[in-house]
């Protein structure tokens, strides 16, 4: 009885934690996935109580709605511009930080977090202003090699403006990524290092053969994580910096849904945008599994 008492104590210890977390996770996620999935098969304003069942129609939509193409594309790009420059900028100098001992370590680090502590708003704000065309400090900075003061509008041409957006994202991400790969670096023995030292093997050799290998597994998931971030959050920076335009060059489906579903009353088309960031981010995600697997190295 003692044994079935202690067992029934661990279950119910277990199911004290489990349950409320998976009750949360059904009302804040599941449920707003359903709703979501159940509103895109409608025409609705989202304040009217009458819907017009659609059907599909809301994704046939999508499929031909040139806005919301560009909108996928514009994820895209932001996806790979910000995997390519965060991870290649974090690697740097998470690999400068540790392994080539630059004197004031911890400064560096505490410098580089601090876009980490700025809310996504104040980031766009800040690169609002850096950006103006008046009084911004890019202008001005060019204006001091030119004749003539440099007036030009960063985020009013629609070739450019979404390669405006990089250099913010990237600059506010740095250092989160730059300090789960310092943790990981710093995991990895000393006498690994000793060893190739010995052996005559350079810097690179040695990031090549064991930092690289043995901190996989943290950069496959920063690379996730970026990419999840981006294809549901950058909405919010789209939105402080450009409003998606000019002429909706600079939309992202986040922006796109909250344009159609809050400002055009088009709530159940919004609905269907949301089921396509869903489906996009699942895909995309697997896919990054995929082409990212490799054979786990394990320190001995």
Not at 133 to 143: D, E
Not at 230 to 256: K, R, W
Request: hydrophobic residues 50%.
């Amino acid at each position: 009885m003692k044994l079935g008492g202690a067992k029934l104590q661990r279950k119910l210890f277990i199911a004290a934690f489990i349950i409320p977390t998976f009750l949360y996770f059904c009302l804040f996620t599941i449920y707003p996935i359903l709703q979501a999935l159940y509103n895109s098969f409608f025409d609705w304003s989202g304040m009217s109580q009458f819907k017009d069942y659609v059907g599909l129609q809301n994704f046939k939509d999508l499929l031909q709605d040139p806005i919301m193409l560009n909108a996928i594309g514009n994820d895209y790009f932001l996806v790979a511009g910000k995997v390519i420059g965060i991870m290649l900028i974090a690697t740097f100098f998470a690999i400068a930080l540790t392994r080539l001992r630059i004197r004031g370590a911890g400064f560096f680090r505490s410098i580089f977090f601090i876009p980490n502590v700025l809310s996504v708003v104040v980031v766009g704000v800040l690169w609002g202003f850096i950006y103006n065309p008046q009084i911004g400090f890019l202008n001005a900075f060019l204006s001091l090699f030119t004749k003539e003061p440099v007036t030009i509008n960063w985020l009013g041409f629609e070739s450019h403006s979404i390669w405006m957006l990089l250099p913010p994202t990237i600059w506010a991400g740095i250092g989160f990524y730059m300090i789960l790969l310092i943790a990981a670096i710093t995991n990895i023995p000393e006498s690994l290092y000793e060893a190739a030292d010995i052996e005559g093997a350079g810097q690179w050799h040695q990031f090549w053969h064991i930092s690289l290998p043995l901190v996989w597994e943290q950069m496959k998931i920063s690379i996730i994580n970026i990419m999840m971030t981006t294809l549901n959050g950058s909405f919010v920076i789209v939105t402080i910096m450009t409003a998606g335009g000019p002429d909706n060059s600079t939309q992202v489906m986040g922006s796109y849904l909250y344009q159609q579903a809050f400002k055009q009353a088009h709530f159940g088309y919004g609905a269907s945008i949301g089921i396509a960031i869903l489906t996009t981010s699942l895909v995309t995600t697997l896919l990054l599994q995929w082409l990212l697997r490799r054979e786990q190295v394990e320190v001995s």
